[in-house]
């Protein structure tokens, strides 16, 4: 717990107590229950962990991205952190005034005015009046509603209506920021001057805790992110890892066995077409393996039900970037069949692709794995993060300089000359 | 304020190393911005707007003085029925208002209480502050009645806002009691109005003291309100003043009650965001 965090939780519980169904159906059983006894009672309460044993530091001017599914306990932490609920256990410590935005127009009021619900929402959100009234026209000209300012909100689009409410929060003054998702509301324009203003917040030198679904936004404003999962810090480090961890174990329906081997976890109702990806294996020329490097051969084999009727399906796969982004993709139809695979032996499958060169910077990796049907193209299976890569650093033009991604995903193959002078 | 150094918080279960009353003061403005929004929406998009402040108490007070003065025929202690009713309606009418809102100020605000923190006290008093404006037409209203009717004005009208104080402070014990129940207990929202309906039978604001048979009046003092009411109406009428037995009991019972009001609410206040 050094002096220079901002923020620092040690071992953060916080649980919930649910009461079964069958007890929250009689009208007066809380209260008999309390009557006949501790024990009772506590037989038909459950305890939900929402965060367990959370520890992490945010140090002062540090941005934390915090990404997890629905339900991984994202919000109770944001929660704690803001004090609208206690811990259970554990400590929070917070060093400096915290401004928490858990949700855009806080506090707003259907029936006031924009001029009212500036007041109304700042002072919610911790301002006094006088800061308000001090950046009050810095907030109405960052809302873009100065026409309205005298109009019930309740009258204003969806649009002006989410503007105004950002504008407020934009514009408070706190040494610590905690932001929930209110990024995913507003048209892209106006996303865009939000995360441009969080940026700003961030160069001011505040401390700023971040959650959102949008990886790209985590990416660009987080160096660090937190991966929760389950209530449990998950991963705790770099942006990029993080987001492949969490792309990694969202929605993935392959499950490594051996080191480039990726068994498809059962699904239900998945077999229906008779047509199915089981397994994906990946490899370079010497064989199965999991980490590449940028420009390296990399060959990829798909073994699955009927996947050698060539005439009536087709394979094909999809690359993702950590933040879920589609980099490459490649369907058999788009090309002849080679006539025979120059994969090793353990890298050859009912369908076999290979890459001769793999145009990806350093960075985690995942595959999808589809077939389609070769003549109406109706999608048969789809196999989602089925595998899992990495492409490592190295000194792929020979010039010492190892490119990494923050040159983006894409690896150029690359010459140039400069014309000799004289 | 902004100097990091000076705001660190801890949180554990237990608590904040935060003084609560240090934590009120710097959210004031808040609190007034919430009763000046309570103000606005309590009129906006009616035809009246602010003037139903007046109307309402008017036709109300109207009301009880054709059923208790001309039907009933209750006591009055030589005070006109109207201006007697009157003035313990304004006292009454203020309480009830306080309670009301007080006890719906945490549910009336759940999506706040969810969503962001500030010490939850500023709810309620936003809300009794609130009713203070009611409470300032009503008496105005007052002021021109006891005129009107020529009302021989005495030094103890200086006692009236010590009443007015007192009953606010009832009011807001009461309330608060109120509030933190109705978070997990929305029942209360269902017992308060008969509550207050009997309450109001049991103080002397339709009727004197006097109206009481001599066997019951020991159970009736127990209600502080009637030291209350009728100390009220003695600074600004001819009634009779209570006694100072009475009188003392009515401030002392209500001081106790304010704070377990606010000791009940704080206790509770931690829970609010998890239950409501």
Redesign the interface.
């Given at each position: 717990m050094s002096s220079e965090s901002a923020v620092s939780l040690d071992q953060v519980s916080k649980y919930y107590r649910i009461r079964r169904a069958e007890a929250a159906s009689a009208p007066l059983g809380h209260v008999l229950r309390r009557r006949t006894g501790p024990r009772l009672a506590r037989a038909k309460t459950e305890e939900l962990a929402a965060l367990e044993d959370v520890s992490f530091e945010v140090a002062r001017g540090e941005a934390l991205g915090i990404i997890g599914r629905n339900g991984a306990g994202k919000s109770t932490l944001l929660k704690v952190l803001s004090r609208i609920t206690p811990p259970s256990t554990g400590r929070v410590v917070l060093s400096g005034r915290v401004g928490s935005l858990l949700e855009v127009g806080t506090g707003f009021h259907p029936e006031l005015t924009g001029r009212e619900n500036i007041f109304l929402s700042g002072a919610i959100l911790g301002m006094r009046r006088r800061e308000i009234g001090h950046r009050f026209d810095a907030i109405v000209e960052f809302a873009e509603t100065t026409r309205f300012l005298e109009t019930p909100v309740k009258r204003y689009s969806s649009g002006m209506y989410v503007r105004l409410a950002f504008a407020v929060a934009a514009h408070l003054d706190s040494e610590i920021l905690i932001v929930d998702e209110v990024l995913a509301v507003g048209d892209a324009q106006f996303q865009r001057k939000c995360l441009a203003a969080m940026g700003e917040v961030r160069r001011d030198g505040r401390t700023v805790l971040f959650v959102s679904h949008n990886m790209a936004a985590i990416e660009y404003l987080c160096p660090r992110t937190l991966y929760i999962e389950g209530g449990r810090v998950s991963f705790d480090g770099p942006t990029g890892s993080a987001l492949a961890a969490y792309s990694g174990a969202k929605g993935r329906t392959g499950a490594q066995t051996a080191v480039g081997v990726f068994e498809r976890v059962e699904e239900l109702g998945s077999t229906l077409s008779g047509y199915r990806v089981k397994r994906v294996r990946l490899g370079s020329d010497d064989g199965l393996q999991d980490i590449f490097r940028p420009g390296s051969p990399m060959h990829i084999a798909v073994d699955g039900d009927g996947l050698t009727n060539t005439d009536d399906v087709e394979v094909g796969f999809r690359i993702r970037s950590a933040s879920g982004v589609s980099v490459a993709g490649v369907r058999a139809v788009m090309r002849a069949p080679s006539p025979r695979p120059k994969a090793p032996a353990a890298a050859t499958g009912d369908v076999t692709f290979s890459i001769a060169r793999l145009p990806l910077n350093p960075g985690a990796y995942s595959l999808d794995v589809g077939l389609n049907d070769r003549r109406t193209d109706a999608e048969l299976d789809l196999a989602e993060h089925v595998a899992t890569f990495e492409v490592l650093a190295s000194d792929v033009y020979e010039s010492g300089y190892r490119p990494t991604d923050s040159e983006g995903p894409v690896f150029l193959d690359f010459s140039w000359f400069a014309r000799s002078g004289g | 304020?902004?100097d990091?150094?000076t705001?660190?918080?801890?949180?554990?279960?237990e608590?904040?190393n935060l003084s609560r009353p240090a934590e009120l003061w710097m959210t004031r403005?808040?609190l007034?911005?919430?009763a000046g929004?309570d103000i606005?929406?309590r009129y906006?998009?009616t035809v009246l707007g602010a003037a139903w402040v007046v109307v309402q108490p008017l036709l109300a007070a109207a009301i009880f003085a054709f059923i208790f003065g001309r039907v009933a025929r209750l006591p009055s202690e030589g005070v006109p029925y109207f201006v007697f009713a009157f003035t313990g309606f304004v006292l009454w009418n203020f309480i009830s208002q306080v309670i009301t809102r007080v006890t719906a100020s945490l549910v009336g605000n759940a999506?706040?209480?969810?969503?962001?923190?500030?010490p939850r006290l500023v709810l309620p008093l936003a809300s009794a502050l609130s009713s203070l404006l009611d409470l300032a037409v009503a008496s105005c209203m007052l002021g021109a009645l006891l005129v009107l009717s020529r009302q021989p004005l005495s030094p103890e009208i200086l006692l009236a806002p010590l009443w007015i104080l007192v009953a606010l402070a009832f009011a807001l014990g009461t309330g608060l009691i109120a509030a933190a129940l109705v978070v997990s207990y929305r029942d209360v929202q269902h017992v308060l109005p008969v509550a207050l309906q009997l309450l109001l039978f049991i103080s002397p604001v339709a009727y004197a003291t006097t109206a009481i048979p001599s066997g019951t009046d020991s159970w009736y003092s127990l209600n502080p309100l009637v030291g209350v009411v009728e100390g009220f109406r003695a600074s600004l009428l001819a009634s009779p003043p209570p006694t100072l037995s009475s009188a003392a009991y009515a401030i002392v019972a209500t001081l106790a009650l304010v704070l377990l009001g606010v000791v009940a609410f704080t206790r509770m206040e931690?829970?609010f965001?998890?239950v409501i």
């Amino acid at each position: 717990m050094s002096s220079e965090s901002a923020v620092s939780l040690d071992q953060v519980s916080k649980y919930y107590r649910i009461r079964r169904a069958e007890a929250a159906s009689a009208p007066l059983g809380h209260v008999l229950r309390r009557r006949t006894g501790p024990r009772l009672a506590r037989a038909k309460t459950e305890e939900l962990a929402a965060l367990e044993d959370v520890s992490f530091e945010v140090a002062r001017g540090e941005a934390l991205g915090i990404i997890g599914r629905n339900g991984a306990g994202k919000s109770t932490l944001l929660k704690v952190l803001s004090r609208i609920t206690p811990p259970s256990t554990g400590r929070v410590v917070l060093s400096g005034r915290v401004g928490s935005l858990l949700e855009v127009g806080t506090g707003f009021h259907p029936e006031l005015t924009g001029r009212e619900n500036i007041f109304l929402s700042g002072a919610i959100l911790g301002m006094r009046r006088r800061e308000i009234g001090h950046r009050f026209d810095a907030i109405v000209e960052f809302a873009e509603t100065t026409r309205f300012l005298e109009t019930p909100v309740k009258r204003y689009s969806s649009g002006m209506y989410v503007r105004l409410a950002f504008a407020v929060a934009a514009h408070l003054d706190s040494e610590i920021l905690i932001v929930d998702e209110v990024l995913a509301v507003g048209d892209a324009q106006f996303q865009r001057k939000c995360l441009a203003a969080m940026g700003e917040v961030r160069r001011d030198g505040r401390t700023v805790l971040f959650v959102s679904h949008n990886m790209a936004a985590i990416e660009y404003l987080c160096p660090r992110t937190l991966y929760i999962e389950g209530g449990r810090v998950s991963f705790d480090g770099p942006t990029g890892s993080a987001l492949a961890a969490y792309s990694g174990a969202k929605g993935r329906t392959g499950a490594q066995t051996a080191v480039g081997v990726f068994e498809r976890v059962e699904e239900l109702g998945s077999t229906l077409s008779g047509y199915r990806v089981k397994r994906v294996r990946l490899g370079s020329d010497d064989g199965l393996q999991d980490i590449f490097r940028p420009g390296s051969p990399m060959h990829i084999a798909v073994d699955g039900d009927g996947l050698t009727n060539t005439d009536d399906v087709e394979v094909g796969f999809r690359i993702r970037s950590a933040s879920g982004v589609s980099v490459a993709g490649v369907r058999a139809v788009m090309r002849a069949p080679s006539p025979r695979p120059k994969a090793p032996a353990a890298a050859t499958g009912d369908v076999t692709f290979s890459i001769a060169r793999l145009p990806l910077n350093p960075g985690a990796y995942s595959l999808d794995v589809g077939l389609n049907d070769r003549r109406t193209d109706a999608e048969l299976d789809l196999a989602e993060h089925v595998a899992t890569f990495e492409v490592l650093a190295s000194d792929v033009y020979e010039s010492g300089y190892r490119p990494t991604d923050s040159e983006g995903p894409v690896f150029l193959d690359f010459s140039w000359f400069a014309r000799s002078g004289g | 304020m902004s100097d990091p150094a000076t705001t660190r918080v801890e949180i554990t279960a237990e608590g904040s190393n935060l003084s609560r009353p240090a934590e009120l003061w710097m959210t004031r403005d808040l609190l007034l911005i919430l009763a000046g929004r309570d103000i606005k929406l309590r009129y906006r998009q009616t035809v009246l707007g602010a003037a139903w402040v007046v109307v309402q108490p008017l036709l109300a007070a109207a009301i009880f003085a054709f059923i208790f003065g001309r039907v009933a025929r209750l006591p009055s202690e030589g005070v006109p029925y109207f201006v007697f009713a009157f003035t313990g309606f304004v006292l009454w009418n203020f309480i009830s208002q306080v309670i009301t809102r007080v006890t719906a100020s945490l549910v009336g605000n759940a999506h706040l209480v969810s969503k962001v923190f500030f010490p939850r006290l500023v709810l309620p008093l936003a809300s009794a502050l609130s009713s203070l404006l009611d409470l300032a037409v009503a008496s105005c209203m007052l002021g021109a009645l006891l005129v009107l009717s020529r009302q021989p004005l005495s030094p103890e009208i200086l006692l009236a806002p010590l009443w007015i104080l007192v009953a606010l402070a009832f009011a807001l014990g009461t309330g608060l009691i109120a509030a933190a129940l109705v978070v997990s207990y929305r029942d209360v929202q269902h017992v308060l109005p008969v509550a207050l309906q009997l309450l109001l039978f049991i103080s002397p604001v339709a009727y004197a003291t006097t109206a009481i048979p001599s066997g019951t009046d020991s159970w009736y003092s127990l209600n502080p309100l009637v030291g209350v009411v009728e100390g009220f109406r003695a600074s600004l009428l001819a009634s009779p003043p209570p006694t100072l037995s009475s009188a003392a009991y009515a401030i002392v019972a209500t001081l106790a009650l304010v704070l377990l009001g606010v000791v009940a609410f704080t206790r509770m206040e931690r829970q609010f965001a998890d239950v409501i």
